[in-house]
């Protein structure tokens, strides 16, 4: 069963605090997103990546960063937690010209 | 409890009726169309896909028709079941370029046994 998985489904983090979310897939997709998704905002694009140590700014990239070393793992950086990052993150992977797939999610809160 | 249903439009649907699920888009360019549901606590997971060469795909259950006319999709539910309730949002993907994907905010499906 292909999937992309997320390290974490619930975190707590201080403000101030350095925070990796981590998005791995077994799909062998070139395209991995991370997206934040609030209630009445939907789904919102932080970041994306079309290949290997490629990155390209969404719509709401402020406080983010990413890395992908490998294919496979794409990483969401939030270099300084602060409260309005508290959100429900989703990682997502694809083909060119093909649906999502999802992660199930990680609620982060930041307190 | 999971927020991702809050302010969305919802629809009240009784055990056993049809369901149907609007959207509209916006973007003439789309030319590949996705919908989602997200039960509560969970990532989004495909339920069925149109390429605008079509107008209508059947799945288990599950019917979207494509109208690019005025620009409209909809997801039809036969014979909903309890299981059926989350929330569905559609995606229209501009497959030109590195693929523009906008999704909408989603309709909350409330099925009552």
């Known amino acids: 069963d292909v999937k992309v998985t997320q390290s974490s489904r619930y975190l707590v983090k201080r403000t101030g605090e350095k925070v990796f979310l981590e998005c791995v897939q077994d799909?062998?997709?070139?395209?991995m997103f991370w997206y934040r998704q609030d209630p009445g905002l939907g789904l919102r694009l932080i970041y994306f990546s079309y290949d290997v140590k490629m990155k390209e700014k969404g719509d709401i990239p402020e406080g983010y960063s990413v890395s992908r070393e490998k294919k496979e793992r794409f990483s969401l950086i939030l270099e300084s937690a602060s409260t309005n990052q508290t959100s429900m993150y989703l990682c997502a992977s694809s083909r060119l010209n093909y649906g999502y797939t999802f992660g199930s999610g990680t609620r982060l809160t930041v307190v | 409890g999971e927020s991702v249903g809050l302010h969305l439009p919802t629809l009240s649907v009784q055990e056993g009726d049809n369901s149907i699920i609007n959207c509209a888009y916006s973007?003439?360019?789309?030319?590949?169309f996705i919908w989602y549901k997200q039960e509560s606590g969970k990532g989004p997971q495909f339920i069925i896909d149109i390429r605008s060469n079509m107008d209508k795909r059947q799945g288990q259950r599950v019917t979207v028709l494509l109208n690019k006319t005025v620009k409209h999709l909809s997801l039809q539910i036969a014979a909903t079941q309890p299981g059926d309730s989350a929330v569905y949002f559609c995606a229209e993907i501009d497959s030109g370029g590195y693929q523009k994907v906008t999704f909408g905010t989603g309709t909350k499906l409330q099925v009552i046994p």
């Open positions: 799909m062998d997709h070139e395209n």
């Open positions: 973007n003439s360019a789309s030319d590949y």
